[in-house]
């Protein structure tokens, strides 16, 4: 299995600002994931990201409104950009255990309102 | 994305009742997975299973991987007020994950 940890784990935030949500995994990882959640709903992706290469976007998530960042193997950042209270919800990231099986392994999400 | 259809989407159960929830897709897996999300927190992996047919238990929980491959189920013994949380279920084929709707579960003292 995998620990991960999310910064910030809430934050309430000014339409039209910028937030920066890091996870960091205590092992090297080939796969990670960000989701979004509404409160009392199923989880979104927004996005994979591999280290080294560009992340891949599921549809309805674009770059310039969530860049993300895979610097190494055990760490990515997810901006959500120009905030509008619509991206009020739960980030979480989430990244795939080593081996040969597929699981996927969460951090405790991060909490976001926007004003 | 696709999302898994899951049964039922919430119950109330009185403690020491014994739980069954399901998930059912349209397309095959070769991985199922089961999780727990208490709130504020991320979800947590409970069980996962690797080939058609497999039945695996962790603790008071047991869950199985459909023949068809397109279903999975879980089930709870003796629940106890500390069961209470959302369960999700994932299907995985290759690098691709798919999550069910979630089953709001209470347990009452």
């Known amino acids: 299995s995998a620990v991960i940890s999310q910064k910030p784990s809430r934050d309430i935030c000014q339409r039209g600002t910028s937030l920066t949500i890091q996870c960091q995994v205590d092992?090297?990882?080939?796969?990670m994931f960000w989701y979004r959640q509404q409160p009392g709903q199923s989880l979104t992706l927004i996005a994979t990201?591999?280290?080294?290469?560009?992340?891949?976007?599921e549809s309805g998530f674009v770059i310039d409104k969530f860049p993300i960042s895979r610097p190494n193997l055990t760490f990515s950042t997810l901006t959500v950009s120009n905030m509008s209270p619509e991206d009020s919800s739960i980030y979480l990231c989430?990244?795939?255990?080593?081996?040969?099986?597929?699981?996927?392994?969460f951090g405790p999400g991060t909490r976001l309102t926007v004003l | 994305g696709q999302q898994l259809n899951q049964s039922p989407q919430s119950m109330f159960i009185q403690e020491g009742e014994d739980v069954s929830m399901n998930c059912t897709s349209s397309s095959i897996f070769n991985t199922w997975l089961w999780y727990k999300q208490d709130p504020g927190e991320g979800p947590v992996l409970l069980i996962a299973?690797?080939?058609?047919?497999e039945l695996t238990s962790n603790g008071r929980l047991t869950a199985q991987f459909g023949i068809t491959r397109k279903d999975s189920f879980l089930n709870i013994s003796a629940s106890i007020p500390s069961d209470v949380g959302i369960y999700f279920c994932a299907g995985a084929t290759g690098n691709q994950f798919y999550f069910g709707t979630g089953t709001s579960l209470t347990v009452i003292p």
């Open positions: 989430s990244a795939e255990g080593q081996g040969a099986y597929n699981e996927q392994f």
């Open positions: 092992s090297q990882v080939t796969m």
């Open positions: 299973l690797y080939k058609a047919g």
């Open positions: 990201a591999n280290q080294g290469s560009e992340a891949t976007y």
